[in-house]
């Protein structure tokens, strides 16, 4: 889109490289991160700066496949790649990364990772409900604690964390207020757009920086509401993207999505709306974090039934027209979980879903445009265009 | 109103025209130039119903080279285009299958003949007709003879599915003495099985209308019927239900 706030999205990451070093020059340590199960409350409360690392483009793979097998899924081999040929400025800056037993590919390639940098695993409980796993994840958030402590010499006092809870949940207002603007139909941003603002906003080194722009490109968008501004035309098919992380890099299906004549409405996956629920403020804050990233319904979890509820919550709340399920190679939990997300959302009502599976590399793009535009062709064709479930 | 369907596929490009039946049709090999073989296809179709290229109303391309047609005035996918061909030839259809040269489809169909659901294979071209050629190409047989020797064979067991890897399985089989027939028999017997479980994940369909150039194969039909455990339609032309649909949604819109 056209437009001064957006520009400024669009040179963050860049930006906040040169900032980065900053930082280090006048000591604030850096914690990179992979995962939204990354408490970075506790990260920010220890004075560091959190920083998203990179592992969305298909670049580092080839260096990454002579260690790591091929049939892993992609953003494990990106991630790693990107580490090891040192083309993550955001790696190399970090002085500490904080990595999750999320699924077996990632906990595996995090022991190879560690010969690379002090790396703290945190041992993530594969069930939500429950004193045992609570019990358990808060542990973990304790030893996370003394770890971070002990690195930076510092101490994470109640009043740091209740602050570091409070900027959080600051940027996650101000996150969900731009998400939900595409309710509005036709959406005033297209998803590649709005993807490029969720993709950026990790490398924010300055929290307070990512909120004050997202809120000024929430005004301006509000803006283009008000004038009835879209860069779609109405009846649009409208999608609601779910399943793995995607990122600039890794936004093929996003692009063809559009580029075939739909609307990527709303992400559920992680940078988005799985990323939007508060951190309880006023009581304990170590359990109130524990239990707020414990409920994140990510596919490593079993039971999963949260991401079944927020997909066909999401749906009906911004009026998809159909569902991409989304599904990186050799990621078996969200490729199991598809076909238990199709059947729960069958019984639930009509509402058309396609699983797609495919990898960053660009080999499929012809299929995957053809399989994009007949599931568009099936949503035009539908008389109840515009209401689901 | 005249209309043309030009579909453009990996191995072959077909070219219908029509004005509420079929003028014209033609079909030939897609070579490495999808846009000439389209305008090609497209020429001897017109040729054949004696109309001129001017007279044409609507040209609508489909087919992995669809995109690359400059003289198409619409495109549609091979998913519409076969669901649209097939219900025109076969009025009752709900299921199409339809195997190409380099992928496979399965479409459902609701009572009124619109898409509702489908499925494709991965972008390899495991169980389709590139799979199949690759291993006639081994056994020195051509297609239709593959058919014929492989009926009233027991099938060997042939588990690759990919293009590449059934070759060196096939000629392992071979060494090991396993006749011809036998070996024929498997790798059909493979396809079907790879079918019949992507059409399990489709609703339920008596009526199965099958498409594409290998449903003109009738050790391929039977065995698949039988896999599905229910009869086949097969169109007179099956390679050309693609080219036709596009011509429909031209005609009818």
């Given at each position: 889109m056209e437009s001064a706030v957006f520009s400024e999205v669009t040179i963050l990451r860049e930006r906040n490289v040169l900032k980065l070093k900053e930082m280090r020059e006048i000591g604030?340590?850096?914690?990179?991160?992979?995962?939204?199960?990354?408490?970075?409350?506790?990260?920010?409360?220890?004075?560091?700066?959190?920083?998203?690392?990179?592992?969305?483009?298909?670049?580092?793979?080839?260096?990454?496949?002579?260690?790591?097998?091929?049939?892993?899924?992609?953003?494990?081999?990106?991630?790693?790649?990107?580490?090891?040929?040192?083309?993550?400025?955001?790696?190399?800056?970090?002085?500490?990364?904080?990595?999750?037993?999320?699924?077996?590919?990632?906990?595996?390639?995090?022991?190879?990772?560690?010969?690379?940098?002090?790396?703290?695993?945190?041992?993530?409980?594969?069930?939500?409900?429950?004193?045992?796993?609570?019990?358990?994840?808060?542990?973990?958030?304790?030893?996370?604690?003394?770890?971070?402590?002990?690195?930076?010499?510092?101490?994470?006092?109640?009043?740091?964390?209740?602050?570091?809870?409070?900027?959080?949940?600051?940027?996650?207002?101000?996150?969900?207020?731009?998400?939900?603007?595409?309710?509005?139909?036709?959406?005033?941003?297209?998803?590649?757009?709005?993807?490029?603002?969720?993709?950026?906003?990790?490398?924010?080194?300055?929290?307070?920086?990512?909120?004050?722009?997202?809120?000024?490109?929430?005004?301006?968008?509000?803006?283009?509401?008000?004038?009835?501004?879209?860069?779609?035309?109405?009846?649009?098919?409208?999608?609601?993207?779910?399943?793995?992380?995607?990122?600039?890099?890794?936004?093929?299906?996003?692009?063809?999505?559009?580029?075939?004549?739909?609307?990527?409405?709303?992400?559920?996956?992680?940078?988005?709306?799985?990323?939007?629920?508060?951190?309880?403020?006023?009581?304990?804050?170590?359990?109130?974090?524990?239990?707020?990233?414990?409920?994140?319904?990510?596919?490593?979890?079993?039971?999963?039934?949260?991401?079944?509820?927020?997909?066909?919550?999401?749906?009906?709340?911004?009026?998809?027209?159909?569902?991409?399920?989304?599904?990186?190679?050799?990621?078996?939990?969200?490729?199991?979980?598809?076909?238990?997300?199709?059947?729960?959302?069958?019984?639930?009502?009509?509402?058309?879903?396609?699983?797609?599976?495919?990898?960053?590399?660009?080999?499929?793009?012809?299929?995957?445009?053809?399989?994009?535009?007949?599931?568009?062709?099936?949503?035009?064709?539908?008389?109840?265009?515009?209401?689901?479930? | 109103m005249i209309t043309a369907g030009v579909d453009v596929g990996s191995t072959a490009t077909k070219a219908v025209v029509f004005d509420g039946s079929v003028l014209g049709e033609a079909l030939l090999p897609t070579g490495w130039n999808p846009w000439e073989a389209g305008l090609q296809a497209l020429g001897s179709a017109l040729q054949q119903a004696g109309v001129a290229q001017g007279d044409l109303r609507a040209v609508v391309g489909t087919g992995y080279g669809r995109v690359s047609l400059p003289f198409i005035d619409r495109k549609a996918t091979e998913v519409a285009c076969h669901a649209r061909g097939a219900r025109f030839l076969i009025p009752p259809t709900r299921l199409v299958i339809d195997i190409g040269g380099q992928d496979s489809k399965i479409i459902a169909l609701n009572a009124e003949g619109s898409v509702i659901d489908f499925l494709m294979n991965d972008k390899c071209a495991a169980g389709t007709g590139r799979f199949l050629q690759a291993v006639t190409g081994v056994l020195d047989l051509s297609l239709d003879d593959l058919g014929e020797l492989a009926l009233g064979c027991q099938p060997a067991p042939v588990s690759s599915m990919c293009a590449v890897f059934a070759e060196s399985e096939v000629i392992g089989l071979l060494s090991r003495g396993v006749s011809k027939g036998a070996i024929a028999a498997g790798v059909i017997e493979s396809i079907a099985r790879r079918i019949q479980s992507l059409a399990r994940r489709m609703p339920p369909a008596d009526e199965i209308t099958f498409s594409g150039g290998l449903a003109k194969n009738r050790a391929v039909c039977l065995r698949l019927s039988e896999a599905l455990g229910r009869p086949l339609q097969v169109p007179e032309s099956p390679q050309m239900v693609g080219a036709l649909g596009a011509a429909l949604i031209g005609f009818y819109g």
């Open positions: 604030r340590p850096v914690v990179g991160t992979y995962c939204l199960y990354s408490p970075a409350e506790l990260i920010v409360a220890a004075g560091a700066v959190p920083v998203c690392l990179c592992g969305t483009s298909q670049n580092p793979i080839p260096a990454a496949e002579q260690v790591l097998p091929r049939n892993l899924c992609p953003l494990i081999k990106s991630s790693y790649g990107f580490a090891t040929t040192d083309t993550c400025p955001f790696f190399h800056f970090a002085d500490l990364l904080v990595a999750e037993t999320t699924c077996d590919g990632k906990k595996k390639m995090y022991e190879l990772l560690s010969e690379y940098k002090p790396l703290h695993l945190m041992q993530l409980p594969q069930v939500q409900e429950g004193e045992g796993a609570r019990g358990y994840w808060l542990q973990e958030l304790y030893r996370l604690r003394d770890r971070l402590e002990e690195t930076f010499k510092v101490e994470i006092t109640q009043e740091k964390l209740h602050d570091a809870i409070g900027l959080l949940n600051t940027e996650r207002r101000a996150l969900k207020d731009l998400l939900d603007l595409c309710k509005t139909n036709p959406s005033p941003i297209t998803g590649m757009d709005l993807l490029t603002v969720l993709h950026n906003r990790g490398f924010c080194v300055d929290k307070t920086e990512v909120i004050d722009l997202m809120e000024r490109l929430t005004a301006e968008l509000r803006q283009q509401i008000a004038a009835g501004e879209s860069p779609f035309r109405p009846g649009t098919p409208r999608i609601l993207l779910t399943g793995v992380p995607v990122g600039i890099g890794s936004d093929k299906v996003v692009r063809l999505i559009e580029e075939c004549g739909g609307s990527v409405v709303c992400f559920e996956s992680c940078g988005a709306y799985k990323t939007v629920p508060l951190v309880e403020e006023g009581g304990d804050p170590m359990e109130a974090i524990a239990e707020r990233y414990l409920a994140l319904p990510c596919s490593c979890m079993s039971p999963n039934r949260g991401r079944f509820e927020l997909v066909e919550r999401l749906a009906m709340e911004f009026q998809a027209d159909g569902i991409i399920d989304l599904t990186w190679h050799g990621c078996h939990t969200y490729n199991v979980e598809s076909y238990s997300l199709k059947r729960y959302l069958e019984n639930r009502g009509e509402i058309p879903f396609l699983q797609v599976e495919t990898d960053y590399s660009e080999s499929d793009t012809e299929q995957l445009r053809l399989r994009i535009e007949a599931f568009l062709e099936i949503l035009l064709l539908r008389p109840t265009s515009g209401r689901v479930l | -």
